[in-house]
Nanobody, 126 residues
Framework: QVGLVESGGGLVQAGGSLRLSCASS????????LAWFRRAPGKEQEFVAG????????DFTASVKGRSTISRDNAKGTVYLQIDSLKPEDTAVYYC???????????????????WGQGTQVTVSS
């Protein structure tokens, strides 16, 4: 059975950093492109960051670009998202997602992903 489990969320003060992890099970991790999405209270789910199957391509939403890093460790079957200089508007539930496509690329469209984690809450206090 395929599973994605996020961890690393929590309460942090503005200006701080968090490193989120998403551990997989039951899938050939290296075959999947990965992404992080988030859903803030009262808002639609949005793409945060993506990394291609071979880690060659990465991208971020504009609001976190320049202060975020996405990486993957295929040996551990885990994808990471670090966000620095956190802002109150980063408060959201963060989800990781995996998809398998012929080109190995991620997408900003959440309906193109095969598997999702249960989410981890990130709360940034001002």
């Amino acid at each position: 059975q395929v599973g994605l489990v996020e961890s690393g969320g929590g309460l942090v003060q503005a200006g701080g950093s968090l490193r989120l992890s998403c551990a997989s099970s039951g899938l050939t991790f290296s075959n999947y492109a990965l992404a992080w999405f988030r859903r803030a209270p009262g808002k639609e789910q949005e793409f945060v960051a993506g990394i291609s199957r071979g880690a060659r391509n990465k991208d971020f939403t504009a609001s976190v670009k320049g202060r975020s890093t996405i990486s993957r460790d295929n040996a551990k079957g885990t994808v990471y998202l670090q966000i620095d200089s956190l802002k109150p508007e980063d408060t959201a539930v963060y989800y990781c997602a995996a998809r398998s496509t012929s080109d190995g690329e991620f997408s900003r469209k959440d309906n193109t992903y095969n598997y999702w984690g249960q989410g981890t809450q990130v709360t940034v206090s001002s």
